[in-house]
C-alpha cells in the first residue's frame, strides 16, 4: 500500500486554519469504538485536505484522542488505483487487494477519494466496486474517510442507507471573509520570498473585498488566493525583474 499512499501536496491556502471545529469533529469520530468512518463532505477549494493533513499530524504526534494512538493515516485516490489496471477484473483485483492489505493491518485510517466513481449506477459500462467496499467499510479492524463533494453526497451516500448508516458526517464549509483574510496574511511571506515584491495589508484587504461578490461558484478560500495569485503573475511580468515592487491594491486584477 505504500506504493500508491500519498497525502496530496497543498497549496499555500490549503491548510486547516479556520476549520478547527472540522478537524475535531473528525477526530473526535475516528476515535469511536463503532461507528468510526466520517464521509468528508464539501466542495474543492474549501480545504478538505487541509483538513486530512492537520488530522493526520495530530495523530502521527499522538496529540489527537488516545483511541487514534499508533493509528496510521493512508491517502488512496481510487482512480490511482484504477490506472494499475487494464481491464475491469484487474481493477477490482487491484482495489481488493488494497482494502484487503489496508485492513488485515489492523492500525490504518483509510482516507478514499474517488469513491463515487466506482460505486455503480454512474452509467451502463462503470465499474462497480461496491461489492468488495461494503465489507471493507463494514470491518471493525480499519477505519475510513471517503472525501465527497456535495453533490456526489446527495446524489450517491445520502439515499444509500446500507452505506449512509456507517458513518458521521463532517462538513467542510467555504472559509468566512475574515478567515480567508487571515489565511491570505499567513502566506503573504511564501509569496514574497519568491521574488523582490512586498505585499502591503492594504492590498489583501483589496482582494477579499473584490472577491466577496464574484465568482461565486468558487468558494473561499481558493477564489481569493486564485485573485490573489493571477494578480502577483501580472505584477513580475510588469515591472523589472529584480527590481523590489509594493504590489498597491489598484494592481489586484
Excluded: C
Amino acid at each position: 500500500i505504500d506504493a500508491w499512499s500519498h497525502i496530496p501536496r497543498g497549496d499555500l491556502w490549503d491548510v486547516s486554519y479556520g476549520h478547527e471545529d472540522e478537524v475535531k469533529a473528525l477526530i473526535n469520530s475516528l476515535s469511536r469504538r463503532s461507528q468510526s468512518n466520517v464521509l468528508l463532505v464539501g466542495q474543492a477549494g474549501t480545504g478538505r485536505l487541509g483538513v486530512i493533513r492537520k488530522a493526520a499530524q495530530e495523530i502521527a504526534t499522538s496529540s489527537a484522542h488516545i483511541a487514534l494512538k499508533n493509528q496510521r493515516v493512508v491517502y488512496i485516490h481510487i482512480g490511482e488505483l484504477l490506472s494499475l489496471g487494464s481491464s475491469t477484473p484487474e481493477q477490482l483485483h487491484v482495489i481488493a487487494r488494497a482494502l484487503v492489505e489496508m485492513e488485515r493491518a489492523g492500525n490504518i485510517i483509510a482516507v478514499l477519494d474517488g469513491v463515487s466513481s466506482v460505486l455503480g449506477g454512474m452509467g451502463e459500462g462503470q465499474l462497480n466496486a461496491s461489492d468488495i467496499l461494503l465489507p471493507f467499510l463494514e470491518s471493525s479492524t480499519v477505519r475510513t474517510v471517503i472525501i465527497l463533494s456535495d453533490e456526489e453526497y446527495d446524489e450517491r451516500f445520502a439515499k444509500n442507507e446500507e452505506i449512509a448508516h456507517l458513518f458521521d458526517v463532517v462538513r467542510v464549509k467555504p472559509l468566512s471573509d475574515d478567515a480567508t483574510l487571515h489565511l491570505l496574511a499567513l502566506a503573504v511571506r511564501a509569496w514574497e520570498s519568491e521574488g523582490n515584491i512586498v505585499i502591503p495589508y492594504q492590498t489583501i484587504r483589496e482582494v477579499i473585498d473584490r472577491t466577496s461578490t464574484i465568482l461565486p461558484n468558487i468558494p473561499y478560500p481558493e477564489r481569493a488566493f486564485d485573485v490573489m495569485e493571477e494578480t502577483l503573475a501580472e505584477v513580475r511580468g510588469a515591472h523589472t525583474k529584480g527590481k523590489l515592487h509594493i504590489v498597491l491594491p489598484e494592481e489586484v486584477t
